[in-house]
């Protein structure tokens, strides 16, 4: 039974992990980063909700009067 060459595994890791690295590199140097990020402006948005207008009362079951 023949023995399984082993001597061209180190060469073909070695160039397939060179090759992923390649790519790797250029995919991730065609994305767009921008150059000084600054801190956005946050606008405060009001929003007029229904809850907010009158004023309300949450009744806990321990607080109400026993009957």
């Known amino acids: 039974m ?3 060459d082993t001597s061209t595994w180190l060469v073909m890791i ?3 992990i060179l ?4 790519l790797f ?3 991730v140097s065609k994305h767009y980063y921008p150059e000084s990020p ?3 402006s946050i606008k405060s948005i009001s929003k007029h909700t229904p809850w907010e207008n009158k004023w309300t009362k949450i009744y806990s079951p321990l607080s ?3 009957q």
């Open 64 to 66: 109400l009067p026993l």
């Open 14 to 16: 070695l160039s397939m």
């Open 19 to 22: 090759t992923l690295f390649i």
């Open 2 to 4: 023949p023995q399984l």
């Open 25 to 27: 590199q250029l995919k």
């Open 38 to 40: 600054g801190p956005k």
